[in-house]
């Protein structure tokens, strides 16, 4: 199982970027591919995910309106659209695959449920 992430940067706030996580190794259509982020001195928090069953998505609050999850399983790729960037999400961005759904508990994405992850992309946002 191999997920690559790629599409971090230097951006101003308001300003948007769009995050790539490339699969192989595994049956793509059968994981769900959540998105997390991990800021200094932070725990990591699950962001968002999109499940492979039904392309149901999950965003976390502090998310909500401004990104967009969405996978092209021909291509074997999720994607992170983030519009709207706050200094706040200032983070090392992760990708990981979990079987079929994507195991939100309380509302919240915990990374303990997902057990292949890809090496991060850093994302830094500029007040």
């Given at each position: 199982v191999q997920l690559v992430e790629s599409g971090g940067g230097l951006v101003q706030a308001g300003g948007s970027l769009r995050l790539s996580?490339?699969?192989?190794?595994?049956?793509?259509?059968?994981?769900?591919?959540?998105?997390?982020?991990?800021?200094p001195g932070k725990e990591r928090e699950g962001v968002s995910c999109i499940s492979s069953s039904d392309g149901s998505t999950y965003y976390a609050d502090s998310v909500?309106?401004?990104?967009?999850?969405?996978?092209?399983?021909?291509?074997?790729?999720?994607?992170?659209?983030?519009?709207?960037?706050?200094s706040e999400d200032t983070a090392v961005y992760y990708c990981a695959a979990d079987w079929i759904?994507?195991?939100?508990?309380?509302?919240?994405?915990?990374?303990?449920?997902?057990?292949?992850?890809?090496?991060?992309?850093?994302?830094?946002?500029?007040?």
């Open positions: 996580c490339a699969a192989s190794g595994f049956t793509f259509d059968d994981y769900a591919i959540g998105w997390f982020r991990q800021a909500k309106g401004r990104f967009t999850i969405y996978r092209d399983n021909a291509k074997n790729t999720v994607y992170l659209q983030m519009n709207s960037l706050k759904r994507c195991a939100v508990v309380s509302g919240t994405l915990p990374p303990a449920d997902f057990a292949s992850w890809g090496q991060g992309t850093q994302v830094t946002v500029s007040s």
